[in-house]
């Protein structure tokens, strides 16, 4: 007889060494184990027991199948569209053969079985989560990508201490920033983007230790925490959010950790700060449709890992510096609509060095498609100072937002795509 074992296992995707924490069946028979990946097709089971029937705890395993039982149970009742039948085998005492259900030992005691992941990714599920998930005190892996969930993520979710991978995007949930979140000790993985989350992004967000902060395509306002820098984030995607201000100098403080940063459409005002020359590590860079304006920093030649670029739709001005086209890993080097007047050196060919290139819509005299002369005078006649800059949040592009007509493809971070989907 086959018995099933499921097994937590790590590996890190390489480009960004976003450590992803997936389950893995492991089939064991005639004392050979036989790996198989976890796949969404599950084994169909055959229940006699009807759904509304109540289980007394005797038909349980253990005391923590029965909790999940309720909670499942709790949770099937205010799903109101399930296209997919999702969660039509969610009926009777054996949790862990529901589809999208994952037992396993808890940490601390290798004998009993436990719900350990919830995969619903991509169900189209409507309904709400109830505050009976909280009895799912063993769970380590969230995972509702793509459903239609709504309302507001209930506070009960601080019981789940375990929880390492919550990933919340693409549904419909709203209200505040989920607080319950900055509670859960073990955290790492914090995926909420494409929902209508709306006001301040707290600070402690941002001194919790995750690898990856997704919030992107949110209703978040306000202005991006000062402390943004304090965590030890791999990625950090907050794009297309109405934060405003300025972006803080502490960012430099994740130089030994980030590699990607997204930060379009969030309403960044001031110059780029010098700071964001100091992360190293950086791969890839996105400032685009923001009110930057001022040069661009020179630290920004530091970047050695740099492989995308891209300052398009802002206000910079100054000179394209060779130092940032030299970059040995530079693929891709966008920074078109803004009003920049030269370009430096090789900045000029960034065909012959192969780097795809956008510089169209600035202040360039030997190139084409460029601005009229007449906006480009009123540009250069009034020099920016970054040390007075202001960075007041709210709207101050305006000007800019008329200029802004068509989003470039997104990119793939931006995409409500299966998390952690992203290599
Ligand atoms: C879901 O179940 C209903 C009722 O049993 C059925 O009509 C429908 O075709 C099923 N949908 C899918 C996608 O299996
Ligand atoms: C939180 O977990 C405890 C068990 O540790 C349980 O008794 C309690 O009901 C749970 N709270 C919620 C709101 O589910
Ligand atoms: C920028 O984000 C706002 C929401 O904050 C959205 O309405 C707008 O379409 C976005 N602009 C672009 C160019 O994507
Ligand atoms: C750019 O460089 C290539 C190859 O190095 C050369 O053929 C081309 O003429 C240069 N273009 C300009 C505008 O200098
Ligand atoms: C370069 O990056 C821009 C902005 O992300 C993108 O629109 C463009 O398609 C990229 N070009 C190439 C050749 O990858």
């Not at 296209?83 to 009926?91: G, I, K, M």
């Not at 020179?298 to 050695?304: C, F, K, Q, R």
């Not at 009034?382 to 202001?390: D, G, N, S, Y």
């Not at 008329?402 to 990119?411: D, G, Q, T, W």
Request: proline content about 8%; charged content about 15%.
């Amino acid at each position: 007889m086959a018995s099933k074992t499921l097994q937590y296992f790590l590996f890190a995707i390489t480009s960004h060494a976003l450590i992803i924490l997936t389950l893995q069946l492991c089939f064991l028979s005639n004392n050979q184990a036989a790996k198989h990946s976890y796949s969404f097709t599950h084994r169909s089971h055959h229940h006699r027991s009807g759904s509304g029937r109540h289980h007394s705890s005797s038909a349980f395993p253990n005391p923590k199948l029965h909790q999940a039982y309720i909670a499942l149970q709790a949770w099937k009742k205010v799903i109101y569209s399930d296209p997919y039948n999702f969660t039509a085998n969610w009926v009777g005492p054996s949790v862990c053969n529901y589809k999208g259900i994952y037992c396993a030992p808890p940490p601390h005691d290798p004998t009993v079985q436990v719900v350990a992941g919830i995969d619903l990714n991509r169900a189209d599920i409507a309904g709400f989560l109830p505050e009976e998930l909280g009895l799912l005190i063993d769970l380590s892996i969230l995972h509702l990508n793509s459903n239609r969930f709504c309302g507001i993520v209930p506070q009960s979710l601080s019981n789940l201490t375990l929880l390492y991978e919550f990933d919340l995007s693409n549904n419909r949930f709203v209200g505040p920033f989920p607080h319950v979140v900055l509670s859960l000790p073990t955290l790492n993985y914090l995926d909420i983007r494409y929902n209508e989350f709306e006001g301040p992004l707290p600070p402690q967000l941002f001194s919790k230790k995750l690898d990856a902060i997704f919030v992107n395509n949110n209703r978040f306002t306000s202005v991006i925490p000062k402390n943004i820098g304090v965590n030890s984030a791999s990625v950090l995607v907050i794009a297309n959010n109405n934060f405003g201000g300025c972006l803080p100098p502490s960012i430099a403080n994740l130089a030994e950790t980030l590699e990607e940063l997204l930060l379009i459409n969030t309403s960044l005002s001031g110059c780029l700060p010098p700071e964001v020359g100091y992360l190293y590590k950086l791969k890839v860079l996105d400032v685009s449709f923001n009110n930057l304006v001022g040069p661009i920093p020179y630290s920004l030649a530091g970047l050695a890992h740099l492989e995308q670029l891209n300052l398009a739709h802002n206000m910079m001005s100054g000179i394209v510096p060779d130092g940032v086209c030299c970059l040995p890993n530079l693929a891709n080097f966008t920074f078109s609509y803004n009003f920049f007047c030269e370009e430096e050196g090789i900045c000029k060919n960034l065909s012959s060095k192969g780097i795809a290139f956008d510089d169209r819509r600035n202040c360039l005299p030997e190139k084409p498609l460029q601005r009229s002369n007449k906006v480009c005078q009123s540009v250069l006649e009034h020099p920016v100072e970054c040390f007075e800059q202001h960075c007041s949040s709210g709207n101050g592009g305006d000007a800019v937002a008329s200029v802004i007509s068509a989003m470039p493809a997104a990119a793939p971070l931006l995409s409500p795509s299966n998390a952690p989907a992203y290599t």
